[in-house]
């Protein structure tokens, strides 16, 4: 992209937000200035280098979305300085409201001149082309061009004046290049228009001056496009918000509201500041944080996140953080600066154009200045091919390639809940070929539930929940939790209906059997419920437990779809039994499920099967990675070998690696690194799996939002608790790192083209510009504005909407 820093009027010392500057930290002041003028990479170099001055600590730019941040000393410099460094570089720096795009950009008064400047081109060329009987000669200045006489006819005074109607930007920045020495396109434009005046040859430089400009009002408005959908985030939240103060409603800006007041939102309003309800009840859509399209039911105690939309019913929030800090004001943040990173690509690019455009440079100097000599035929024609090489020396199409491509790819999956913290993770997400996948909240909802109850001896199923619900109701072990909360759904674990009852029995003596289950006296009785090497320590026979039957099958045993667990009691002299060592609990276990037994110090009750369920959508995200070109796909979980292979194969992964602790895991992730040609992905919840997630090419976080430290630790962090997210991360990736090699790709081949061609006189300085500039720049724009159309492939209903069995 060209240096395109014309401003209509003076700039004005500024922070966008407000919020968000001057601010102190530890390490100096904070201020963050909209400098929408600055749009590639040479203009992000000339604004460091004016920043590069006492008191500045650090320079951030970020050209792909017009904003600096600075962090200053602010005992030894302030904002009218810094702001002033920046305008004297040439660029304007817009005030708190600007986000970087011009609305007006066809009407401003660059455009209005360039449009002059292209009549005046177009009536000279008549003159000279067309009507060569009407162009009047008005002088013959001898002297003046070094090829000879120039002749002053009513074509060249026409060109003259489109030079000088589209010219003086051009010359202007070209000024501030060469006061910065960078060998940028407006420095070599305004030495080539500059240089076709001095040598006679005006229709080559009102073609520079104008189709030049034609081309940076385009790349500007390709730019701004790019701008528009990370404006179109910062939309999400409203800047005002109707605030409840001393019982009345007040509409005051956002930015105003602080944490624990209340706020009104009604139907269709957008919810300002996260918070959390307090009072009423309804729908809210959270598709623009989380990109989940159906609208969440919300009641008092809920989150709700700025930036959502609430459908139905009224709702009183209370605000839990201010505007600036809300979850919707953390993603724009970070996508604005993750399009400020730069990717490997784009090292590479400005590496290369470090060394493409001075060698060019010198030899279009060579082309004008030898070709003469070494080859013969006119100076003019050698002058013309070698200005036509200075313009080819322009990398602009190469060098905006990459960038425009994050932008495009980043702010895309943001408005599809998905954060992606850089370009560089894009870039990596794109080469990853194998993807590890925590087990627990990730493959499986992370929320245990009851999945069998299998009641022994004379009871039935709510009498072994109801005892197992009042010995567990005390312990803090997950596993209690979900038999305390199944006995309270089906009414077992409280038969007097009255909530918080103790199951109608008396509780007492509770003590916590560490790493076997628990014990307590219900009603004068010692009851147990735990492992069941518990009950084998107490003396029971696991492999013949009584059961009542009913055509073959237990009597009263309540099963989770499909489980086979309790189908074949077998018969003795007393009955029929169940063999529990070897049929029942292995068979509940290969089906991934934990066991606990309940009974007296005398008597066998039953058997609990609980389960983490595993999401309905986890084997057909397998299968879309697979198919999206991943080559392995592991998980990686402290679960017991026998629960995690159960859970694995039903899943279809390819490697399953259990039993491993938190630093094993990071091991883990290292060897299947060392093991593969690309990249790993690790996908975990973001705090328990930090290390390993830190450990990857890739760190995938699982429901980050709401979640500060998810947020803040992983390379990608998908908002919503919603696993079809990822083979979206995996797709957009792919695609934006195939986009921005064809960008490359495609641009350094037409440069190399023209490169060729230019000293042949193949080329004109007007193709140079509209076919190497211009029209390079819109090509490698619009490929990457493509991305914006990837969209999240949806899992069939089935997988939707399948009731997850235990695992």
Known sequence: MSDSHESDGPGRGATVPPSDGPSADADGARLRLAVPEMDCSSCAGKVEGALDREGVLSVDTRPTTGVVVVTYDPDRTDVEALTAAVEGAGYAVADAESDGVADDLFTSPRAIATAVGGVFLAVGLV?????????????????????????????????????????????????????????????????????????????????LAVLFSVAELLERYSIDRARTSLRELVELSPDEAVVIRDGAEETVPAEAVAAGERLAVRPGERVPLDGVVREGSGAVDESPITGESVPAEKAPGDEVYAGSINEEGYLEIEATAPAEESTIARVVELVEAANGEETRAERFVDRFASVYTPIVVVGAVATAALGPILVGGGAETWFVRGLTLLVVACPCAFVISTPVSVVSGVTAAARNGVLIKGGEHLEAAGDVDTVALDKTGTLTRGELSVTDVVPLGGRDADDVLACATALERRSEHPVAAAIVARGEETGAGRPDGAEGATDGVDVADFEALAGEGVRADLDGETHY????????????????????????????????????????????????????????????????????????????????????????????????????????????????????????????????????????????????????????????????DAPALAAADVGIAMGAAGADTAIETADVALMADDLTRLPYVVDLSSRASSTIRTNIGASLAVKALLAAGAPLGYVSVAMAVVVGDMGMSLGVTGNALRLGSVEPAEPPEADREADGSGA
């Open 127 to 207: 003159l000279e082309w067309l009507l060569p009987g009407l162009d009047p000669t008005f002088a013959t200045v001898e002297g003046v061009g070094f090829l000879g006489p120039w002749a002053v006819t009513g074509a060249s005074v026409a060109y003259l004046l489109a030079v000088a109607a589209a010219g003086p930007p051009i010359l202007r920045n070209g000024f501030y290049s060469l006061r910065g020495l960078s060998l940028d396109i407006d420095l070599l434009m305004s030495v080539g228009v500059v240089a076709a005046l001095l040598v006679d040859l005006p229709f080559e430089a009102a073609t």
């Open 529 to 688: 419920a735990g492992k069941p090497s518990l009950f084998e320590e107490l003396g029971f026979d696991l492999s013949h437990a009584h059961v009542r039957s009913d055509g073959g099958t237990v009597r009263g045993a309540s099963t989770a779809g499909g489980s086979t667990a309790v189908a074949d009691p077998e018969s003795c002299d007393h009955g029929e039994y169940l063999d529990l060592t070897s049929e029942t609990i292995p068979r509940l276990q290969s089906e991934g499920k934990t066991v606990v037994l309940v009974g007296t110090e005398t008597e066998l009750e039953g058997v609990i099967a609980v389960a983490d369920t595993v999401r309905p959508e986890a084997a057909w995200v397998v299968d879309r990675l697979h198919d999206l070109g991943i080559d392995r796909v592991a998980m990686l979980t402290g679960d017991n070998e026998r629960t995690a292979r159960a859970i694995g194969e039903s899943v279809g992964v390819d490697e399953v690696r259990a039993e491993l602790l938190p630093e094993e895991k990071v091991d883990a992730v290292r060897e299947l690194s060392d093991e593969t040609e690309g990249g790993v992905a690790m996908v975990g919840d973001g705090i328990n």
